[in-house]
């Protein structure tokens, strides 16, 4: 049960990640808390699939939101916003990346 929780949670701060309308302190609190969820979660190959489940749809927003940046005429203010969300959204993937890289080396540490 705790392990579903803590994969809502880390749906929920992901979502809250992805917006582009967060302060820098609010950005800050909620990737502590969403590293705090991925630390609680066991370290198993469920954990992994999940993870890496992410990671694939963290690739496909950020495909989608390059396009719509691209849709948008240099200058503009549209462009603007486009870039700080994609910005965002750059570095949420970063971190689900690094995150599962993580947790693959922690499982083939360990072995299974």
């Not at 994969?7 to 582009?20: E, F, K, M, P, Q």
């Not at 691209?70 to 549209?78: C, P, W």
Request: aromatic share 6%.
């Amino acid at each position: 049960m705790d392990q579903y929780i803590a994969w809502a949670n880390i749906d929920h701060y992901i979502r809250r990640l992805s917006s582009n309308d967060l302060t820098p302190d609010s950005r800050n609190t909620i990737t502590k808390m969403l590293i705090k969820e991925e630390d609680k979660l066991s370290h198993d190959l469920e954990q992994l699939e999940f993870a890496e489940h992410r990671v694939a749809a963290g690739r496909k927003q950020v495909n989608r939101v390059t396009n719509l940046r691209d849709g948008f005429a240099f200058g503009t203010r549209e462009r603007r916003q486009a870039d700080e969300l994609l910005v965002n959204i750059e570095n949420l993937q970063t971190q689900l990346e690094d995150a599962c890289h993580l947790l693959r080396r922690r499982i083939n540490s360990h072995g299974l």
